[in-house]
């Protein structure tokens, strides 16, 4: 399933708008003189902690945004047409036949205890999330990539094949300081200090503190380039991990938050009803799906994984539980995108017959009468379907999913873990 809002954002507009929440925040922000621009705080909420934020190893989306625009600097960013612009890379050209790619670093950009951010941080954490012991998570990113080089402080080349987008993996991969993670083993940096507890970054705010299973601090960094815009106007941003979507919304109608990440749809009519608060929606490439572990038998077959698809009315998800907040997911490629063919997957709709019958042919019928089908060898199609705490609309779609699949003789087990101990 496709979330049309995949962040459906709520955000209370603050205390110093003198309650003129009508008005185009634009607006509101031309009124401000530039020396009342700096000061306060921003207060996050959403219902998951964040267990990781080193770009090497983080695996979750909201971790990835920190990393991005937060703590971290990637070489490049993107302006509102899409296109490249110069961030931690001052500049950067590629040669004539597209094997090489070439960027100069600013000389002005310092990690949060004082050392300068060179080429050979970019070389030293290129070399680490191309290490497979590292388990950077976004390893298609380099398939057309080779080995790289820093001839000296600030130029950083990368040889490639020749490849469309391929700028686009530096806008989100941000290096880490060689000089702190250098004695590390690959395979502990995941559970090192740096992702999870004390990061240091480059980017526009530092890391103040961490609380886990409750809070993640940062604030303004003083030292960040005026040339890339200078210190933040916001002195500290704080992300609060409220699991209770109940308490969540109580948080952000009374002021306790100010921006609320991703809240339940059926809270949006009382968000939009409040005078201080109003909710952002957005088409967005974001997915909500049930990833089957094709190392499992019951998995394996692409027949049998059509038929799941085909067992699941997905349209009755989106309307019910998702209060027509989305579309169905007919591909990998969204409708946002040029290159969606509305035509993809058209024949996976909702066909519980369909599914039955797919079933049957890999050899899954009820052997026993039981309701449940079973495998030549007597294997039930039997199988826990897990989805993370403090999600109610994905809870509701775990068990409508365990009901739409027990129709064709699935039996599907919802659990639901902590979000750190889903992704692990």
Known sequence: MKRQLASLLALALLAAC???????????????????????????????????????TQTDYTGNQIDQFVLFMPLIRYDSAFQPQPWLARSWEVNKDTTELTFHLRHDVYWQDGVKTTAYD??????????PATTFPNTAFWTYYGDAEAPDSFTFRVKMKPHADYMDPWRSFAPVPKHILEGVAPQDLRTNAFATS????????????????QEWVFAANDRFPEELGGRPYVDRIVYRVIPEPTTLLTELLTGGVDYYVAPPPEQVSRIKANANTRVITYPDRTFVLV????????FKDPQVRRALTMAINRK????????????????TVPPIFWQYDPQAGSDLTYNPEKAKQLLAQAG???RNGDGVIENAQGVPFRFTLKTNKGNGARADMV??????????????????????????
């Open 364 to 366: 899954w019928v009820d």
């Open 18 to 56: 003198g309650g003129e929440g009508s008005k185009n925040a634009a607006d509101l922000e031309a009124n401000v003189p530039q020396a009342q621009r700096y000061g306060g705080t921003v207060v996050i909420g959403e219902g998951g902690d964040i267990p990781d934020v080193s770009p090497l």
């Open 291 to 298: 990833a089957w572990n094709e190392r499992k038998l019951l």
């Open 399 to 424: 068990e409508k999913i365990q009901a739409d699949l027990r129709k064709v003789g699935i039996d599907a087990q919802p659990m639901q873990v902590e979000w750190g101990a889903l992704l692990d």
């Open 198 to 213: 004390s990061p240091v970054g480059n980017g526009p705010f530092k890391f103040v503190s961490r609380k886990p299973g």
């Open 122 to 131: 970019m070389k030293f954490s290129y070399d680490l999330a191309r290490n």
């Open 316 to 331: 009755e998800i989106i309307n019910g539980i998702l209060y027509g907040y989305g579309t169905v997911g007919n591909s």
